[in-house]
Nanobody
Framework: ARLVESGGGLVQAGGSLRLSCAAS????????ASWFRQAPGEERELIAA????????HYADSVKGRFTISRDNVNDKLYLQMDRLRVEDTGIYYC???????????????WGQGTQVTVSS
């Protein structure tokens, strides 16, 4: 099982980025999925989650209204559209997938390697 993120980079505050995550070696369409973020010097936090069928989403207060999580179960992809980025959104972003059926779990089974997002002022 593997998750590979892409789309990170350097962007100015107020700008946008779209992260992608490609899943392989798992029945992704049946898994809960989410994005975590680890800011410098801080612990990883769950920032967005989506149920296996895409019908329900969950967002941390810090990103609500600015970020949108979505998935493509035909092509085994997970996305995070990030708009109106802030300096405090800087961090490593991780894609996760979990077969437990627990939405927005804080302990997902599968993790990607992470992609760096840096927002400059």
């Amino acid at each position: 099982a593997r998750l590979v993120e892409s789309g990170g980079g350097l962007v100015q505050a107020g700008g946008s980025l779209r992260l992608s995550c490609a899943a392989s070696g798992m029945t992704f369409r049946l898994y809960e999925a989410s994005w975590f973020r680890q800011a410098p010097g801080e612990e990883r936090e769950l920032i967005a989650a989506i149920t296996w069928n895409g019908q329900t989403t969950h967002y941390a207060d810090s990103v609500k209204g600015r970020f949108t999580i979505s998935r493509d179960n035909v092509n085994d992809k997970l996305y995070l559209q990030m708009d109106r980025l802030r300096v405090e959104d800087t961090g490593i972003y991780y894609c996760t997938a979990d077969p437990s059926g627990v939405p927005a779990t804080t302990q997902p089974k599968f993790w990607g390697q992470g992609t760096q997002v840096t927002v400059s002022s």
